[in-house]
């Protein structure tokens, strides 16, 4: 008696990849708009892009419908906060509540690695990354997705971020100016369009800073 | 031996009996675009049973409510299960009396929802569905599949359809599309998936909605053409073939 196999999966990889910077007064949130299933495109104009917060953006790519899942919980729960504290959530405690509400389904997980930027309460940018299960630390930059082993280590060279094991801890976030950050972005995606085929048709690339928020689309390669 | 013994039992109660599945009735592709005055749909009529066309009078196209229409691939029972789902939510919906109306966008985020919670209880509706619908002139359409992954485009198609239909809408779709060339580009895709998808069968309906209303049309079948120089004496340069 061999125990039933199912002959479906309840995940599915829609493919992308999300990338975040942070700088001194800026942040930048990008992602591709294209949604894979296999070797098929379902469409591709498609938001990985969620806004959390007045200064919280999300990125999320892998199983879609976990994402749209996942937005919305901490959607819901924004809201909540908000009537009952009467102001917005700052990034650092949206990103507490994003690691929560991942591990809390541990055993069944959200099949979603995401990115979070946004602006801290001085103002200064700050980026989270995440694993699925809702491991996450505060970083300079990150990138998450089908085509992070592409950027990464771009973005290693090209931002030449400090060891977070220094003592003192030395700031991470970069000293780029936000059109140098932002034209950084847009080379990596370039980049990763080449050889990832789950990433192109466009990215869409959203910069917050003390004025507010701003939104780019450059468009990719589509093949 | 005793062990493996009960390890069977604990894994063949009733609950888990319910959970894996297979489907068993299976409709194929559904198609979708967006055109000047809507939404325009097309889906043929069989009800393949594995490798057998078993059913060949099928409607995968429904309407829901007063704004949306959908359709529907996949397993042929839980989409009627779906359509009383539908039917309910409609009904609520009714007797609020309140003047309002679900439009596409709500129909569509329904059954996303549906069907993302039946994949999470590991008993999913095994479909992969097309809602079109026009409301307050905005035209919607979209897809949602079994586990739930759910987007909205321009044109859309379930299964075969997204390999040998959607590259000839992307080629050739465009913004004002008239119902006639909307039509023609449809019929041009579901001949391409009646030569290619063997469950496909010669037999089906095209479904129109507007700010107007919707209407499905009786069913009809494409003409097909087979006179390919390569299949007139096929056998010419190697006798004894077939």
Not at chain 1, 36 to 43: A, C, E, N, R
Not at chain 1, 72 to 93: D, E, F, G, T, W
Not at chain 2, 81 to 106: A, C, F, Q, T, V
Request: charged content about 20%.
């Amino acid at each position: 008696m061999t125990k039933e196999h199912a002959n479906w999966s309840p995940y599915d990889n829609n493919g992308g990849t999300c990338v975040a910077i942070a700088g001194a007064d800026y942040c930048v949130i990008a992602a591709d708009t294209r949604m894979s299933t296999g070797y098929s495109i379902l469409t591709r104009d498609y938001s990985k892009i969620c806004k959390l917060a007045d200064k919280s953006y999300m990125a999320s790519s892998g199983f879609q419908a976990d994402v749209k899942a996942l937005q919305k919980v901490l959607s819901s729960r924004h809201l909540i906060y908000q009537h009952q504290h009467n102001k917005q959530m700052s990034c650092p405690a949206m990103a507490q509540l994003l690691s929560n509400t991942l591990y809390y389904k541990r055993f069944f997980p959200y099949y979603a690695f995401n990115v979070l930027g946004g602006l801290d309460s001085e103002g200064k940018g700050c980026v989270f990354t995440y694993d699925a299960v809702g491991s996450y630390e505060r970083v300079g930059y990150s990138a998450q997705g089908s085509g992070a082993t592409l950027i990464t280590p771009f973005l290693d060279n090209q931002l030449k971020s400090p060891s977070p094991l220094l003592l003192p801890a030395k700031d991470a976030v970069t000293p780029l100016s936000e059109a140098e950050a932002v034209d950084l972005v847009k080379t990596c995606f370039a980049s990763a369009t080449e050889r990832d085929i789950y990433t192109g048709d466009s990215v869409e690339i959203i910069i917050l800073n003390a004025k507010g928020v701003r939104s780019e689309t450059e468009q990719l390669r589509k093949d | 031996m005793v062990s493996s013994q009960n390890e069977s039992s604990l894994l063949s109660s009733e609950g888990d009996s319910q959970r894996t599945q297979y489907p068993y009735v299976t409709g194929t592709s559904v198609i979708g675009i967006k055109y000047k005055d809507g939404i325009l749909m097309a889906a043929d009529m069989g009800g393949s049973y594995g490798s057998t066309i078993r059913y060949k009078s099928v409607e995968r196209l429904k309407q829901v409510g007063k704004h949306s229409l959908i359709g529907a691939s996949g397993e042929i029972s839980d989409f009627q299960e779906i359509l009383r789902y539908l039917d309910e939510l409609i009904l609520h919906d009714n007797m609020w009396d309140d003047g309002n109306s679900l439009g596409p966008k709500e129909v569509h985020n329904y059954l996303t929802r549906v069907m993302y919670n039946r994949r999470n209880k590991f008993d999913p509706l095994w479909n992969s569905l097309i809602l079109g619908g026009v409301k307050n002139g905005k035209k919607y359409l979209g897809s949602v599949s079994m586990i739930g992954v759910h987007f909205e485009d321009d044109h859309v198609a379930t299964g075969f359809g997204n390999h040998l239909a959607l590259p000839i809408l992307r080629e050739e779709w465009r913004e004002d599309l008239t119902f006639e060339e909307g039509v023609k580009l449809l019929e041009k895709c579901m001949r391409n998936l009646l030569y290619r998808d063997r469950s496909a069968v010669n037999k089906l309906q095209i479904a129109k909605i507007t700010e107007e209303g919707l209407t499905i049309s009786q069913p009809y079948s494409l003409k097909t053409f087979w006179n390919f120089a390569a299949f007139q004496n096929p056998t010419v340069g190697a006798e004894g073939s077939w």
